[in-house]
């Protein structure tokens, strides 16, 4: 069982940033991979950003990519996102994931990859 605590959320205007942070507990964090996924009222979830369990290798979605950075540190059994230049298209409930439980770029992007949730952060981008 692993327990994820997203913070971090929080209203900004575009073209600010933001960071978020996913707390992890109940199994060895080091171990697995971690994800972001993102969801807009109306849409479907859909993934942001994931990084290997060392930390040394990662996927972005397109819509991010060159604007977020995903990190972790072990150490602390978090992981964050980091999102600069923020448009009102980013306006998102933000959760944080275990997985892929394959890792490559296509099996990222899935949904059903992933195996505990957080329970969610709040993230308003005015214009």
């Known amino acids: 069982q692993v327990r994820l605590v997203e913070s971090g959320g929080g209203l900004v205007q575009a073209g600010g940033s933001l960071r978020l942070s996913c707390a992890a507990s109940g199994r060895t964090f080091s171990s697995y991979a971690m994800g972001w996924f993102r969801q807009a009222p109306g849409k479907e979830r859909e993934f942001v950003a994931t990084?290997?369990?060392?930390?040394?290798?990662?996927y972005y979605a397109d819509s991010v990519k060159g604007r977020f950075t995903i990190s972790r540190d072990n150490a602390k059994n978090t992981v964050y996102l980091q999102m600069n230049s923020l448009k009102p298209e980013d306006t998102a409930v933000y959760y944080c994931a275990v997985g892929p439980r394959v890792w490559g770029s296509s099996w990222a992007q899935m949904v059903g990859q992933y195996d505990y949730w957080g329970q969610g952060a709040q993230v308003t981008v005015s214009s």
């Open positions: 990084i290997s369990w060392t930390g040394g290798s990662t």
